[in-house]
């Protein structure tokens, strides 16, 4: 979070302390002074990814490949001028600031609700003022930076600390990012996302010895200044009383000022004034109200001192809490080699949400586009709640009478506090021979055992009957069509023309460059779309856990938005599926898809019907279909919305398509093809 107002306040009143300088210089600087070390800038990702992500569509659920290639021009700005990028990302949200955590989310959630309201309006997205993070977009651009060959790294605590110290120990050129905090931090030098010219690697650096200057204190002081200030471990509600003494005993009250800038200026002039020591501190906790817990000033100093420093504001012996040694303490996972083996994979990015639950027993997820007047379509959290419960199960041992311990979650849905976490109950998935253990499904070798990651995988979307088909697909397009098959089962309201929206996005996909997707048009936005390309996008992060707890049976990058996703793309399909458009039209006049796209139906209404949901026609189309429209259609794609299942063809899914399609009657006077029912229900 910072210490609100601090950013402001720098570049309003200490103009000096904002320098503009030339990253290609600095690097160069850094070469000469350190010829054994290359230059080296670490990202605090999390304070960037609003600054990397402008596509001109944010709303439909995300432009992937667009974004992709964002990042890449990114990256290769920095190589071209020598300077090797380390990116860190927020691992875990800690107690002590998850009050903060939970202000911010239901502040997201009123202005997810507005951006509903005016998208259901205007039928359009609204400008970049009203601008909301495309669903996960922080958890995938961990894993874009990761297929784009950069070092990124997993925070184990709160990320801004990680940076800062990564800064400090491995001198670095600078810290590139948007947070406050790193103003405080005693540490290499704060460069500005906001402020960055990528194509001349021009930005500003925040100089906290001028900032010093102007305020009358020292360096060490900036801990103490941005707890007196409020920050997330400090809560402001707690420093009004001193906050007003302070302005009405400052010389340096100026009218012309906001208040919030005259707090700043007055209580650095009150650090100024009193001795640089604990017992200044302990008289602060004594006249600060700060209720039960007295320490919170000194821990709040504490906060931010990186490895090797110490404060003249509290004692030496006082040092920063060893948060790693605690998880193992508490952790549910006991098997050290497993445990170890969980925490490497979360720092490199190559598993997801496995080592919070394992380490702490709990996890959390953040808002989403979801539209809270729309009844028939459960919140995320609550869809794929029953598949992570299977999840935690693998993942958690059980105890005696086969009872597991409960699982915080801290998730965002309609109805949902926050008040306290969701205890979630673990469940035994349907594995034929009994759920392996992580150490076969994570350590074991060998087909069999391949064989049970896949299935004890399926078995978390309930579908585990249709290995053999799913195993026969394109890895990205199973994938897909797990997650595909699982939320039709689970959102009853979701309809025919949904389904064929979903898999002609799927199969027109492949082959379009990030390029056509870009230039992709749309003349209106639907609210709904919107939301179901948020779940589905939700969804594909629950894929990554299950893959994570079963032992990676999928490459991460075959589940990836990117491979399998486009928002505009989707909310074409979507529009065109719901006003009655040809199969030919959905599928852009392609053949080849033909086949691909029925065995993909067949495969999903199977399953479906197995688990007695009846998918239904419900077209919500805004204009009816003419006559012409349904008479101008291709043969060749001629089929029912209502259709009944047809054996998939095991191996011409390969490569979404098959090169030699034959199609029925080819060659006839007429063709006899083969129409697909769904049988009565």
């Known amino acids: 979070m910072g210490v609100r107002g601090l950013q402001g306040f720098v570049a309003r009143v200490c103009p000096d302390a904002c320098q503009t300088v030339d990253l290609r210089e600095m690097a160069e600087k850094h070469r000469i002074d350190h010829p054994d070390s290359p230059p080296v800038i670490v990202v605090d990702a999390m304070s960037c990814v609003r600054h990397w992500y402008t596509p001109e569509s944010w709303v439909c659920g995300g432009q992937w490949q667009e974004y992709l290639v964002i990042l890449q021009d990114f990256i290769n700005a920095f190589m071209a001028a020598g300077i090797k990028l380390v990116f860190y990302f927020d691992g875990v949200v800690e107690e002590k600031k998850r009050d903060e955590w939970i202000k911010r989310r239901m502040k997201n959630t009123e202005e997810i609700a507005r951006l509903f309201r005016f998208i259901k309006t205007h039928r359009k997205q609204p400008g970049r003022e009203m601008f ?63 402020n960055l010219r990528l194509d001349r690697l021009v930005t500003v650096m925040y100089s906290r010895e001028v900032l010093c200057r102007v305020l009358g204190i020292s360096l060490t002081d900036l801990p103490l200044f941005a707890c007196l200030l409020g920050n997330d471990i400090v809560p402001e509600s707690v420093l009004e009383g001193f906050w007003h003494r302070c302005l009405t005993t400052s010389p340096h009250r100026n009218n012309s000022y906001n208040r919030r800038t005259n707090i700043l200026l007055s209580v650095a002039n009150y650090i100024s004034k009193i001795p640089c020591s604990y017992s200044s501190l302990k008289h602060l906790e004594e006249i600060i109200p700060l209720g039960s817990d007295k320490t919170l000033l000194c821990r709040g100093v504490n906060s931010y001192l990186l490895p090797g420093q110490q404060s003249p504001w509290i004692p030496p012996n006082v040092t920063h809490c060893q948060v790693l040694s605690l998880q193992q303490q508490s952790a549910l996972c006991q098997d050290k080699e497993i445990f170890q083996l969980a925490k490497e994979q979360h720092i490199k990015s190559e598993n997801f949400s496995i080592f919070n639950v394992l380490s702490h027993g709990g996890t959390e997820c953040s808002n989403s586009l979801e539209d809270d007047c729309d009844t028939e379509i459960p919140g995320q959290a609550l869809i794929y709640r029953p598949a992570r419960q299977h999840i935690y199960a693998i ?17 965002v849905y309609f109805g949902n506090p926050l008040r306290k976490p969701d205890l979630i109950q673990p469940v035994q998935p349907s594995v034929k021979g009994g759920t392996p253990n992580l150490k076969t499904l994570w350590l074991a070798k060998g087909p069999d055992v391949e064989k049970q990651r896949y299935s004890t995988f399926l078995a978390c979307f309930h579908l585990q009957d249709e290995m053999e088909e799913l195993q026969a697909l394109e890895a990205p397009v199973a994938g897909f069509c797990c997650l595909l098959a699982y939320l039709m089962m689970q959102v009853s309201s979701l309809s025919l023309e949904d389904l064929n929206a979903f898999l002609a996005l799927i199969l027109c996909l492949k082959g379009k460059s990030a390029a056509q997707l870009t230039g992709l048009q749309l ?139 034959q199609f029925q009657g080819r060659g006839s006077g007429h063709a006899h093809w083969r129409r697909y029912h769904l049988p009565p229900q």
């Open 132 to 194: 909301v993070l495309p669903s996960a977009l922080p958890t995938f651009t961990r894993y874009a930076l990761k297929s784009l060959g950069q070092k990124t790294v997993c925070t184990l605590q709160e990320a801004d600390f990680e940076v800062a110290a990564y800064g400090l120990q491995h001198n670095c050129v600078g810290i590139l990012g948007q947070d406050s905090d790193y103003l405080i931090y005693n540490t290499c030098p704060y460069f500005s996302i906001e």
């Open 395 to 411: 993942l958690l041992e059980s105890g005696k009478g086969g009872t597991y311990p409960l699982v915080k979650e801290w998730f």
């Open 523 to 661: 003349a209106e936005v639907d609210s709904r779309a919107v939301h179901l390309g948020a779940v589905l996008i939700r969804g594909l992060t629950t894929l990554l856990m299950a893959n994570s707890a079963c032992g990676h049976p999928f490459r991460m990058d075959d589940l990836m938005p990117w491979a399998v996703f486009d928002g505009k793309l989707f909310q074409e399909k979507y529009q065109k599926s719901h006003r009655g458009c040809s199969v030919e039209e959905l599928l852009e006049g392609n053949e080849s898809l033909y086949t691909p796209f029925q065995n993909l139906k067949s495969l999903i209404c199977k399953v479906c019907m197995a688990k007695k949901r009846t998918i239904q026609s419900r077209p919500r189309g805004n204009r009816l279909n003419t006559g012409r429209e349904q008479r101008d259609f291709n043969p060749r794609f001629q089929q029912s919305h209502r259709s009944r299942f047809v054996s998939p063809y095991h191996n011409q899914m390969r490569g979404f398509t098959q090169r030699h399609l």
